[in-house]
T-cell receptor, first 112, second 115 residues
Framework: GNSVTQMEGPVTLSEEAFLTINCTYTATGYPSLFWYVQYPGEGLQLLLKATKADDKGSNKGFEATYRKETTSFHLEKGSVQVSDSAVYFCALTLSSASKIIFGSGTRLSIRP | DAGVIQSPRHEVTEMGQEVTLRCKPISGHDYLFWYRQTMMRGLELLIYFNNNVPIDDSGMPEDRFSAKMPNASFSTLKIQPSEPRDSAVYFC?????????????FGSGTQLSVL
């Protein structure tokens, strides 16, 4: 079946540290891949996306590259800020008319 | 753009009572999704609609749960009777299917506590 596996949290880092949140997927076709972010007390919102192999999605200093050979879509940021504290969800979809499949989420906490 | 609007924001009820959660999707969006979020299970898709028609309700936990979408601008999720294990945050989300790469817009959620 189609699924998303992401590293378990919580992840705690100091401000300005380098961030990596791992995400791997299993899919029967060629999925589009997403990272969503959920800030405290809010719904999820799209952070970035990539639609085909080797695409790089980027937004707000975050990046993720669609790696077909390793079925991965790891989220990275070079220097995190306290305001990046949130829960991050990796997700995939296989067609424009299908549901999005989410990973379990990774809670990120940044210390000042 | 008002975004996806959910009500109530918080609901506290007693076991056995009926609970109705409401959602207004973004105007023009033709897909609507109901999700449940808990610490134990993460984010679970309960049901989704396309053009007001339920497409996949395989995530609805049991017959106590029901969802309707009487028109393009309104949906409800009902739990009757409610149980303490239903306590969770319930999210509604909508999307526009003409996009080749789906982007979901989430509401702020309803925090449900069943005592």
């Amino acid at each position: 079946g189609n699924s998303v596996t992401q590293m378990e949290g919580p992840v705690t880092l100091s401000e300005e540290a380098f961030l990596t949140i791992n995400c791997t997927y299993t899919a029967t076709g060629y999925p589009s891949l997403f990272w969503y972010v959920q800030y405290p007390g809010e719904g999820l919102q799209l952070l970035l996306k990539a639609t085909k192999a080797d695409d790089k999605g980027s937004n707000k200093g975050f990046e993720a590259t669609y790696r077909k050979e390793t079925t991965s879509f790891h989220l990275e940021k070079g220097s995190v800020q306290v305001s990046d504290s949130a829960v991050y969800f990796c997700a995939l979809t296989l067609s424009s008319a299908s549901k999005i499949i989410f990973g379990s989420g990774t809670r990120l906490s940044i210390r000042p | 753009d008002a975004g996806v609007i959910q009500s109530p924001r918080h609901e506290v009820t007693e076991m056995g009572q009926e609970v109705t959660l409401r959602c207004k999707p973004i105007s023009g969006h033709d897909y609507l999704f109901w999700y449940r979020q808990t610490m134990m299970r993460g984010l679970e898709l309960l049901i989704y609609f396309n053009n007001n028609v339920p497409i996949d309700d395989s995530g609805m936990p049991e017959d106590r749960f029901s969802a309707k979408m009487p028109n393009a601008s309104f949906s409800t999720l009902k739990i009757q009777p409610s149980e303490p294990r239903d306590s969770a945050v319930y999210f509604c989300a909508s999307s526009f299917s003409s996009s080749t790469n789906e982007k979901l817009f989430f509401g702020s959620g309803t925090q449900l506590s069943v005592l």
